[in-house]
């Protein structure tokens, strides 16, 4: 399973996650933190990297729009301020999440086309 971060996360977190020998890359990393969501989400497709974002509104507008045109996305993993703020003090956090998640799914694919809260 590969995943990637989306801008307003901490590098902190994907390079933790590598460390435990996870395909984890943040968008700043790759030079994608100025595309538009859905040049992102594209992106995230052709890699096969489930995205993790805190910007539920714009994708899942675009997830839906998506699936209405037949077209599959690898995935989506939305967090939200309330349940797990994005702070320096909560990267451990993320990562024991993520690292749980990544852990519990086999597959590359696990994630293609789904919508999901962490």
Known sequence: MKVALDHH???K?????????FDVVA???QGWETEDDEVLLGL??????????NNVADFAVIARRWAAE???HA?????????????RST???????LEKL???LPDDDSLVGQVRWL
């Open 13 to 21: 977190i994907a390079g933790r996650l590598r460390e435990r020998g």
């Open 91 to 97: 990267i451990g956090q993320y990562v024991r999440v």
């Open 9 to 11: 996360y901490s590098v």
């Open 102 to 104: 990544l852990k519990s």
């Open 75 to 87: 995935g989506l993993l939305f967090t939200s301020d309330a349940s797990l703020p994005r702070t």
């Open 44 to 53: 995230c497709q052709q890699e096969g990297r489930a995205l993790v974002t």
């Open 70 to 72: 037949g077209r599959e």
């Open 27 to 29: 968008a700043v990393e």
